[in-house]
């Protein structure tokens, strides 16, 4: 059994994923070119977005969308306290201060009140992260960053087409970011990255920014971040599945919510109501976790644990001199979280042996 499964995936492509390919190799477009060019256009009108702007993976795209908005020294910004490093790492190199805000008690995503006491003079913007595939909530983080007048940023590298309210992340924030890296829900085969937005000068920005600061005239220092064609080309033949997947990993969800429904030492995910969840992982909570991994690991059932610990407690973060008890939502969910193997190619018969082999362990225990 696998955790995710892009063998599966590939081989439902081929030939049509060869065929892509070569004609890249044909036409020698390997750094943006007419494939890269289709992907943001196409990218842009199926999330519901003015502008997609590519780059080279979904961290650049944070920090290209942090610098667009002005992020630097003595500014504070604000992130969740259980997510991937990307977003705090990206918040130092701007020179800023990252700030990190609990997460809430049901959906793993940033807590809106613990938002609240965080802000002070100093704080410039929000990054929400729509963790595992299930929004952040959009309504409360964008009154609170309106009425204080921070920008906001969207970290969707794991929710591709989740929705909040029947509307697309991404879309909710002065930018929202998005990673392509080959193991998320729509992935290329190597990195790859973009950044959407529905404000001309934003987008203007991150077009120079992410390539050197323009062609012809250098307006300002920028970085190289850029899509590669063959991604391009690949993400596009993925772009026509990728309903089905979504709706595949949704019906994987359901699934294994009805296989653990009488079993009460297994918290399963939880979804906020009005919102598309798009199960990128789908993350249990039990107790003596590390048990049970051991004990599925020997029964041949990989699974993974996103993340060890809370965000500030990695030691890249003990400058910053936390305490026990600074978030405890996250740090008890970093003991208790298990990520059980989801992908649009899971048999029903997988889903209950790995249920099956998780009861017998209760019962041995
Ligand atoms: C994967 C991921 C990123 C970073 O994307 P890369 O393309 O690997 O740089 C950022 N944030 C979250 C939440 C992610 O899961």
């Not at 979804?271 to 020997?298: M, N, Q, S, T, W």
Request: a negative charge; one cysteine or more; proline letters at 5%.
């Amino acid at each position: 059994m696998k955790f995710v499964d892009l063998k599966a995936q590939h081989d439902e492509l081929q030939p049509e994923l060869n065929l892509a390919i070569s004609r890249v190799i044909e036409d020698s477009s390997f750094i943006r070119g007419p494939d890269v060019v289709e992907f943001e256009t196409r990218f842009a009108k199926a999330i519901g977005v003015k502008h997609c702007i590519s780059c080279g993976n979904g961290t650049d795209a944070l920090y290209i969308a942090q610098k667009a908005l002005g992020a630097g020294p003595g500014d504070e910004v604000i992130t969740p306290s259980h997510t991937w490093i990307s977003t705090s790492e990206t918040i130092t190199q701007t020179g800023a201060t990252p700030i990190f805000v609990d997460t809430e008690p049901r959906y793993f995503t940033l807590c809106p009140n613990d938002l609240v006491r965080k802000i002070t003079p100093r704080t410039k913007g929000v990054i929400v992260v729509h963790l595992y595939g299930l929004p952040a909530n959009m309504t409360e983080i964008r009154n609170i960053c309106d009425a204080q007048g921070l920008w906001l940023i969207e970290d969707c590298a794991q929710a591709h087409f989740a929705e909040f309210e029947g509307q697309t992340v991404g879309t909710f924030g002065d930018l929202g970011t998005f990673s392509f890296y080959p193991g998320k829900n729509l992935g290329a085969m190597g990195d790859a990255g973009a950044v959407v937005t529905n404000r001309d000068d934003l987008s203007e920005f991150v077009t120079s920014f992410a390539r050197h600061g323009g062609k012809g005239n250098h307006t300002i220092e920028g970085i190289c971040s850029r899509m590669d064609g063959i991604q391009a080309a690949v993400l596009n033949l993925k772009l026509t599945h990728i309903d089905r997947w979504t709706e595949a990993r949704i019906a994987a969800a359901e699934r294994y919510d009805l296989l653990f429904e009488d079993m009460d030492n297994v918290e399963t995910p939880e979804v906020r109501p009005g919102c598309r969840h798009v199960f990128h992982l789908y993350v249990i909570r039990i107790d003596h976790r590390d048990a049970l991994k051991a004990y599925l690991a020997e029964h041949g059932i990989p699974t993974g644990i996103h993340y060890t610990r809370a965000l500030p407690f990695y030691d890249a973060y003990k400058y910053l001199k936390h305490q026990p008890n600074d978030f405890p939502v996250s740090e008890k969910d970093a003991m208790r979280i298990l990520s059980l193997p989801l992908h649009p190619h899971i048999t029903e018969d997988e889903q209950a042996h790995v249920v099956d082999t998780i009861k017998g362990y209760f019962a041995r225990a």
